[in-house]
């Protein structure tokens, strides 16, 4: 008696295969500027604010160059924590069997969401002048934005990549 292909699981799921990953994605936040201009942006401003300052200075209005280097300061600041959460990035896989969500805070803190990919639903919010401005991955009563920290643009290219994946992995079964 011949059978169809004898290494094909009975339900039409290869054993082996079960848990690789159908879609994956690492999310990082945009960052506009680099480190080269961060060090242009300080440079220019440091600049134009010692030579704001000398010339109060010169005016007799001293205070103000102290002002100018708090401000200057504060720019710094800004800009350090910036690039800072600037290191937090989320991942999203979704296998046959699961969808995975993990997002990793700047401070390298992981929290980690897990659901069955035939009982979850992408919802997305769109505005017409800016673009996807939500992306939600729905499992029962638990929402989880995906992509939160991404422009409207890369939002909607990791839209189009779970879509296609959870109709993929739907399919299948």
Known sequence: MARGNLSAHPDGLDPDTIDRPVF??????????????????MTGCCLVSLVV???CWRMGFW????????DM???????????RRGRSFEEVMISQIEILIARVSHRG????????P??????????????LQRLTLVSRREHVAVARD????ERAEVARG?????????KGY
């Open 63 to 70: 205070p103000v160059a102290g002002f100018f280097g708090l």
């Open 150 to 153: 991404a422009s409207p643009e």
């Open 24 to 41: 994956s994605a690492t999310i990082r936040p945009h960052q506009s500027l680099s480190r080269l201009g961060f060090r242009v942006v």
């Open 118 to 131: 035939l009982w979850t639903k992408l919802t997305q919010v769109e505005d017409e002048e800016y673009g």
């Open 73 to 83: 300061l504060a720019v710094y600041v800004a800009l350090k924590v910036s690039f």
């Open 53 to 55: 300052s000398v010339w």
């Open 109 to 116: 803190e992981r929290r980690e969401w897990r659901f069955n």
């Open 162 to 170: 779970l879509s296609a994946a959870l109709a993929q992995v739907k």
